[in-house]
């Protein structure tokens, strides 16, 4: 079921309010004007499931809109009775995920608009030297691609389920690139931190919590982390000791949870840290943005220099054939 993270999430808060409000879930579906906003293959594969007996988990799990990780965390709510606070920390790991990828489509805008405008500006050349037609046969690539990369972003990648290859292998590969792999990490961490401190606030046990975080970080190195991490914690190892032995950390996040967990704050310290963590990934958006503008200006700089030495060039071979004529003389 092709669903965008921002109807999940509403629908997620909608059963949130409900929960809250003391409706059952079941009655809650059977509303329809309650539930008009939540798109409707969702709200039928759910209240059919449901009326058949089965649990919301077990009823997501057939709409295929939820990862199997958000549903053992679904699952960990109704088994112990916590199902909106659940509900809730899925809702905001959602929100926090389509954050992240809007920040890092925010900082990309830039770049890509430099490189569809020197895809056009290299080519203008032809205009003169063959015809306007043979431009556009060139300049029009470079927009193009510009664009269909950005239809993806907006309007297909939303749509996917977070476990689809279309997602996690680009994911994958951005966390290799220089500069803008250390943005995309810092921000996972940050999700992390962010998503932990709200799921403890919410009374979710600390396995769940735990796990929550995990997933919705989106890291890979994360999520291959989460068996031994809930291993740890079942052993008596504290969150400290939990983010040390992963080793992606920076130390500043390790002393500040370190911190919380002796005052008993855990759930105020985390937040914090996760802002100072989104704070070093839009320094490095920016330091990637400072080194596209200034390659592209050198790009173009090199151009306006090249047609310069050309047209002088051109000007003096002009002379020199105008002056071998008057004289009599064939140019070399």
Known sequence: MALTDSQLEAALRAMVEAIQAGIGIETWLQNDAATMAMPEPLREALRASIQ???????AFART?????????????GEKRGNLDAALLALADAIAQRRKDRHDVLKGLAYPAFLLAAVGCILPLPRIFTDSLLSYLAVAVWSPALVLAGALFALVVVPRLKATSPLRT???RAALRLPILGRAFERGHHATFLDVLGRSIAAGL?????????LVASGNPGLLAFEGASLRMIEDGSNLTQVIQKAGVFHPEVIAAVAQGELTGKLDETLPRAAARERAVQRRAIVTL??????????????I?????????TGYFDLIDSQIGREGGIAPP
């Open 205 to 213: 046990s600390f396995p769940d919590a735990l796990r929550s975080a």
């Open 289 to 302: 943005l400072v080194i596209v503008i200034a390659l592209v200006a050198l790009v173009v700089l090199a």
């Open 64 to 76: 295929g809109a939820l990862g199997d990780a958000e549903l053992a965390l679904l699952r960990a």
């Open 304 to 312: 306006i220099v090249q047609g310069l030495i050309s047209g002088v």
């Open 169 to 171: 292998l680009p994911a």
């Open 52 to 58: 058949a007996g089965g649990t919301l988990t077990t």
